[in-house]
C-alpha cells in the first residue's frame, strides 16, 4: 500500500525544484523592473535646456564665423559680423520656439 500513496503524492524533490523556480521566476522579475530604463521628467527637462543652450551657442557662433567670413571676403566690417549675428540669434530662437511648440503638443509617454 505504502507503493500506491507514494506514486500518487509528489516527491519532496519536485516541492523544492517548484520553490527554486519560483524564486528564480521572482528574482528575474527584480531584475527587470531594476534594469528596465526610467522616463523622468528630469531627465527630458535635461535635454531640453542641453538642446536650447546648443541652438543658442551653434546660432551665436554660426552667425559671427559667417558673419566675419562675409566681412574678410567683400572688406564690409563691421556690417556682415553684425548681420550675421543677428541672423544666427534668430534662427536659434526660431528653433527653440518650434522646439517648444513640437514639445508641448505632444502627449506625455506612459513610463
Partial sequence: MSDDKSAREPIAEDARIDALEERLKTAR???????????????????????????????ILGGLVIGFAVDSLFDTSPWGLL?????????????????????????????
Fill in 83 to 111: 548681420i550675421g549675428l543677428f541672423l544666427g540669434i534668430v534662427v536659434a530662437f526660431r528653433n527653440i520656439f518650434k522646439m517648444a511648440s513640437t514639445q508641448s503638443q505632444t502627449p506625455p509617454e506612459d513610463g
Fill in 29 to 59: 522579475e527584480r531584475e527587470e523592473e531594476r534594469n528596465r530604463p526610467k522616463a523622468s521628467g528630469a531627465d527630458a527637462n535635461y535635454r531640453s535646456g542641453n538642446r536650447v543652450l546648443a541652438d543658442l551657442l551653434g546660432g
